[in-house]
């Protein structure tokens, strides 16, 4: 019987602890300075990123080692060379059926 009092009274401290930390973060996360504050640190981790991508491409430069940027460009162009070639292979298919029969049975020399 005590076990189960000690249980419930836990969960009901849980509980409006919960409520309360809930209560809590949702005033701080409303306040001016606070959300001013996480415009500054966010705009400062952007920063950094950004001068560390510049750095990491000069460094790959150096090298002459290529970026990501530079192999998604290839990616991208290898991607539509690819297209290119599929709607070149169905054309000459195509072509291919309407040829007659003789001339598909003929040898090339």
Not at 82 to 105: I, N, S, Y
Request: charged fraction near 35%; charge should be negative.
């Amino acid at each position: 019987m005590i076990e189960g009092a000690w249980k419930q009274a836990a969960e009901a401290w849980q509980k409006e602890w919960e409520q309360q930390a809930a209560r809590w973060w949702d005033a701080t996360l409303r306040e001016p300075l606070t959300l001013e504050g996480m415009r500054k640190a966010l705009e400062g981790v952007c920063a950094a990123k950004e001068r560390s991508d510049q750095a990491l491409e000069q460094l790959w430069a150096l090298y002459r080692l290529p970026t990501a940027t530079d192999v998604e460009r290839l990616h991208e162009r290898l991607g539509d060379l690819e297209d290119g070639l599929a709607r070149l292979q169905a054309t000459v298919e195509a072509l291919a059926e309407r040829l007659p029969a003789k001339a598909k049975a003929e040898p090339k020399a």
